[in-house]
């Protein structure tokens, strides 16, 4: 039986490398659909968690997570060996920057490396992690060809981004479509049908580097506009005209205006990366991307920016930040999820303790720092605690936080994120 009757029948077998934020999402759903599933990490303790049906990812459901493994349709493992019998493989793996704002795709081609030694004719491979426009084709493709098969007769390759928001109630996995893009017309049909027949929406493109510049340009458009409306703070800030008035205003136009809203520097995977690999490609290209850099800078700037504003209010009160008890509200890079992922928080632990200042954070959804742990100390949420802080920063807000303990109990608040709008206190400083 060839791969197209396998996916139309349901009986193909897949496989997903990489169980983080979008690969244990992704194999939950191809397993609620009906398809077996083997998920893939090196991580022990994913794959023993995987098995025993405990979810350690905000947007996966432990319950549906248990149905699926104790029905015995998705199991996890950290032995490639098994891409023997897969006949599809979609890799979800992380693809950090260098510190020279270089991409780093060497967890790409560390999986491939594996898939190659396992690979079989009617195979189908997928890259799902966000990349610079060409990675399908000139690294995967040339690996993969190396075992003698051939894309579009013997195995089929294609890319279709990853399109996960972390928290978000009414977008999942399976509502939100998925851009496909192949190497060959066969490779992006077969790849469409495996969306499809999970129940998703696929979108064919004519090629894998649209497919790619898709991702890009969605992030790319995001890091733009929050780094002009921080730029707007900015300049807000120096006239003493209130930005978030000015947004919520702009905001009743019902065309031609999006509105963005500024904040203490950019979080998660997507948005503080994902556009340099696109200016990074470009650049290959000769291409000058001066908006992408410019964003970067300004957003990259942002934790500096929070830090200055603070030690101003607090000289105001003729206090200096070095010495003082700095509070941390919210630590994740977003509201109600428990990822720290490129955080801000980290910049600014790491700017005000450089200042001299005591760092405490405290996060109703975070249970430990990942990093700068020994800079910040974490703090109880109570009245007792918080009127021993000379000042805290919201860097992210939640919802269900009682602020009122904030607001009535420390000396002085910098409301980076506007969480704090009801409250009329002289305490309250805002971007």
């Known amino acids: 039986m060839g791969l197209r009757e396998k996916l139309s029948e349901k009986k193909a077998v897949q496989s997903v490398i990489g169980l983080g934020y979008v690969g244990l999402p992704l194999a939950v759903e191809f397993s609620k659909a009906g398809l077996k599933t083997v998920g893939i990490d090196i991580d022990s303790r994913k794959v023993k968690e995987v098995n025993a049906g405990r979810s350690y990812i905000g947007d996966v459901d432990g319950v549906e997570l248990s149905e699926v493994v104790g029905s015995g349709i998705l199991r996890a493992t950290d032995d490639f060996s098994i891409l023997t019998d897969a006949d599809t493989i979609n890799i979800a793996v992380p693809t950090p920057l260098r510190k020279t704002k270089d991409p780093d795709i060497s967890y790409i081609v560390a999986a491939l490396k594996e898939i190659r030694k396992y690979l079989h004719k009617g195979q189908l491979i997928i890259l799902e992690s966000t990349t610079y426009p060409g990675t399908t084709e000139e690294v995967m493709l040339p690996l993969l060809e190396e075992t003698g098969l051939k894309v579009g007769k013997d195995f089929y390759l294609a890319f279709s981004p990853e399109r996960v928001d972390p928290g978000n109630e009414h977008f999942s996995t399976k509502n939100i479509p998925k851009v496909v893009g192949g190497v060959t017309p066969a490779c992006t049909e077969l790849a469409a049908m495996l969306y499809s027949a999970a129940g998703m929406n696929p979108v064919p493109v004519s090629s894998t580097r649209v497919a790619e510049t898709v991702k890009l340009l969605e992030n790319t458009f995001r890091s733009v506009n929050i780094g002009l409306v921080n730029e707007i703070a900015m300049m807000c800030n120096r006239m003493g005209i209130n930005v978030w008035e000015v947004i919520d205003a702009a905001a009743t136009k019902p065309f031609g205006f999006m509105p963005f809203y500024p904040g203490p520097g950019l979080g998660g995977h997507c948005i503080p990366i994902d556009p340099f690999y696109l200016s990074w490609k470009a650049k290959q290209s000769g291409f000058d991307a001066r908006f992408i850099e410019l964003a970067g800078v300004i957003n990259g700037d942002m934790p500096g920016y929070v830090v200055v504003r603070v030690s101003e209010a607090l000289n105001e009160r003729k206090k200096c930040l070095n010495g ?26 790491r700017l005000i303790s450089k200042m001299g200042a005591e760092v405490y954070w405290n996060d109703p959804f975070v249970e430990k720092l990942e990093e700068e742990s020994d800079l910040a100390n974490y703090l109880e949420y109570d009245a007792k605690s918080l009127a021993g802080m000379d000042c805290a920063i919201v860097v992210t807000g939640h919802t269900g936080v009682d602020y009122s303990v904030l607001v009535e109990n420390c000396p002085m608040i910098f409301d980076a994120r506007n969480v704090l709008k009801e409250f009329d206190s002289d305490s309250i400083v805002t971007m």
Do not use: F, Q
């Open 324 to 349: 003082s008890k700095i509070l941390l509200m919210g630590v994740s890079y977003k509201k109600d999820i428990d990822d720290t992922r490129e955080s801000p928080a980290y910049d600014i632990i």
